[in-house]
């Protein structure tokens, strides 16, 4: 939250709006690297579960050199494909036009972002091993230490760099460091755990990609593309104010995203939990948690609406210090749209945990392409607010409901005839 609420406020009055429209697109750039590695990662961390539970140390040094192979893999050619467009296709074309007076500025902020990203990909299937392990609390003292830094480095350096490309390395830059030290500290304590190819257990390759094309495509495609793609398509428009209205919704994204952080407190160390306790057939306490969840989330949610709609406005023009132009109306309905994507997120963790990532991915798939082609339809009409709406319609006609129904009835299977769970990897314990 700290480095958050200096960051953007920063950016935007040093930057500038337009300038720090840079900024954020360079995010939107940084998450579609980040989906290079196809979902292995949240597939790692399942196995790894199953692994430790059994406490096989062997199964678990496969498990995780298997994932970094299979992930480096994909992102290096992730990669490729997006540097291959950055070096072809013009970033005006790429961004818009909107952009096309910080033409220069744009592109090597650009190819310094990716560089930063691709070197954060090889690390992030390594870092995730802290959540097979259910350590989540220590990734996260590492985080914190981060954000601190990262926070005070931005708010001491950006009166003598006041540049995107400044607030990327300030930010994106100080993680690397940081997930090195991370990743340092999680090998040295478990030396069985660092990668070798002589490691890599073929038996799980295929299955680990299967499952990982469909937790890429639930877990980061989707959602994602649904957040990003506005920003591209309100840039691209020519029904309003482009620059203007990405930084508006990056705002909004922004808000968002702090109160996603305090959604990934929960939902995060639960993936490892929920995995643990299916390699163990234990679907009652599977329920238990999440009728416990459940229970806390309606009344947050309901505070969560009415603080978008009544504070949003005047927090936003006191954390600028300037008039953003949100109006009211869009502050409510993005509440709405923050609501029911933490709905359908802790739905989405608890099947891919339980090892039905592809069910869970056919639901999020039809929903991103229904939302995709709502929120270009709406932008046309009504610009900004209609990209709000055209969200919060979607997921509200698809994943809202059906992957809770979905949930109850795998588990309401479970009680009566115990279901198995997708292989987590090699084992000697039968019940896997």
């Given amino acids: 939250m700290l480095l958050m609420f200096i960051s953007i ?8 709006e337009e300038r720090a429209a840079i900024y954020w697109v360079m995010q939107s750039l940084m998450w579609l690297v980040s989906m290079a590695d196809l979902g292995t990662g949240p597939g790692m961390v399942r196995r790894l579960a199953g692994a430790v539970a059994a406490d096989d140390r062997e199964r678990q040094g496969a ?30 074309s790429l961004f818009g036009e909107g952009f096309r007076p910080y033409e220069e500025e744009l592109t090597y902020t650009a190819w310094v972002s990716f560089a930063i990203f691709m070197v954060l990909m090889l690390l992030a299937c390594l870092e995730r091993v802290r959540e097979g392990y259910q350590e989540v609390h220590i990734g996260n003292a ?21 540049t995107p490309l400044f607030v990327i390395l300030a930010i994106y ?37 299967v499952e990982g094309l469909a937790l890429f495509a639930a877990g980061s495609m989707a959602p994602i593309l649904i957040r990003e793609a506005p920003k591209f398509m309100l840039a691209r428009g020519q029904f309003h104010n482009g620059a203007a209205d990405v930084a508006h919704y990056s705002i909004l994204i922004q808000l968002g995203l702090i109160g996603l952080g305090f959604v990934m407190m929960v939902t995060r160390p639960l993936w490892p939990a929920m995995a643990d306790a299916a390699s163990r057939l234990d679907f009652a306490w599977i329920r238990a948690a999440r009728s416990r969840i459940v229970k806390l989330f309606l009344p947050c949610a309901v505070m969560i609406i ?18 953003a132009g949100i109006t009211r109306g869009q502050f409510t309905a993005y509440g709405v749209l923050f609501v029911l994507t933490a709905w359908s997120h802790i739905h989405y963790v608890i099947l891919g945990s339980m090892g039905l990532a592809r069910a869970a991915a056919k639901v999020l798939l039809v929903e991103a392409a229904i939302i995709l082609l709502l929120t270009w339809w709406c932008i046309s009409l009504n610009g900004l607010s209609g990209a709000i709406i055209a969200s919060a319609a979607g997921m509200a006609a698809v994943s809202v409901w059906l992957m809770p129904l979905l949930l109850s009835r795998v588990l309401k299977g479970a009680s009566e005839s115990p279901i198995t769970p997708q292989p987590t990897a090699h084992s000697s314990v039968p019940a896997q």
């Fill in 9 to 16: 406020p920063l950016a935007y009055r040093v930057l500038g």
């Fill in 63 to 92: 498990v995780v050199s298997t994932a970094f192979f299979v992930s480096s893999g994909f992102a290096l050619i992730g990669g490729f494909i997006i540097a291959l467009l950055l070096a072809v296709v013009p970033v005006t």
């Fill in 142 to 162: 590492f985080g914190s230490v981060f954000n601190v830094t990262a926070a005070i480095v931005l708010w001491v350096g950006i009166i003598h760099f006041p």
């Fill in 173 to 209: 830059g100080l993680v690397i460091v940081f997930s090195l030290a991370n990743v340092g500290n999680i090998l040295w304590k478990r030396r069985w755990l660092v990668p070798s190819v002589r490691k890599v257990d073929r038996r799980i390759v295929r299955p680990m990609i």
């Fill in 306 to 323: 009415c603080a978008f709609s009544l504070f949003g406005g005047w927090f936003t023009n006191w954390w600028l210090q300037t008039d």
